[in-house]
T-cell receptor
Framework: QKEVEQDPGPLSVPEGAIVSLNCTYS??????FMWYRQYSRKGPELLMY????GNKEDGRFTAQVDKSSKYISLFIRDSQPSDSATYLC????????????FGAGTRLAVHP | KAGVTQTPRYLIKTRGQQVTLSCSPI?????VSWYQQTPGQGLQFLFE???????NKGNFPGRFSGRQFSNSRSEMNVSTLELGDSALYLC????????????FGPGTRLLVL
């Protein structure tokens, strides 16, 4: 079993829809949770960064962390065709080093 | 502020050769990490350097190595290339030792024939 599980999709939604992306993890020692967006043939771009549990909002994006369930989510409101990309969740332990453990990534297509 | 830069962007090599990839972190960032991205395995951590010292290493064979210079620029080297080394190699930089976000470069796409 992988440490971080993420449904690879693809996920196809109409423009304007609310998108929900999720990851589950097995190691309760993870403390930092991130969402990256990766366009085709580009490097991952940091979208959201959360420490421990709770919600964080930035524009159309909301990240949620539920440590009791070992479950994290990213919500995209009013989705746009430009949101079409692969979304990667990533996690890190507290203290020490900068090793990120990634999910497989979910491919999202937003069609006009 | 300039982002993370990686050179070269594309490389074609043959089996048995070796390759060196370069990464320049964001100005002021002292931590540089390397990742390998393949369709089958996704993004996997290779190693991390901080202040010229390797602090952490992923589960890759010894053919994969790296170093960091005093200006925080980093290189990774892969010797005796195998077909399975074909991948996107990504470099990420961050300011502090831990607890900080990491920013990725565009990657070097390596094709081994």
């Amino acid at each position: 079993q992988k440490e971080v599980e993420q449904d690879p999709g693809p996920l196809s939604v109409p423009e304007g829809a609310i998108v929900s992306l999720n990851c589950t993890y097995s190691n309760s020692a993870f403390q930092y949770f991130m969402w990256y967006r990766q366009y085709s043939r580009k490097g991952p771009e940091l979208l959201m960064y959360t420490y421990s549990s709770g919600n964080k909002e930035d524009g159309r994006f909301t990240a949620q962390v539920d440590k009791s369930s070992k479950y994290i989510s990213l919500f995209i409101r009013d989705s746009q065709p430009s949101d079409s990309a692969t979304y990667l969740c990533a996690m890190k332990f507290s203290g020490g080093y900068n090793k990120l453990i990634f999910g497989a990534g979910t491919r999202l297509a937003v069609h006009p | 502020k300039a982002g993370v830069t990686q050179t070269p962007r594309y490389l074609i090599k043959t089996r048995g050769q070796q390759v060196t990839l370069s990464c320049s972190p964001i100005s002021g960032h002292r931590s540089v990490s390397w990742y390998q991205q393949t369709p089958g395995q996704g993004l996997q951590f290779l190693f991390e350097y901080f202040s010229e010292t390797q602090r952490n290493k992923g589960n890759f064979p010894g053919r994969f190595s790296g170093r960091q210079f005093s200006n925080s620029r980093s290189e990774m080297n892969v010797s005796t290339l195998e077909l399975g080394d074909s991948a996107l190699y990504l470099c990420a930089s961050s300011f502090a030792q831990s607890g900080e976000t990491q920013y990725f470069g565009p990657g070097t796409r390596l094709l081994v024939l």
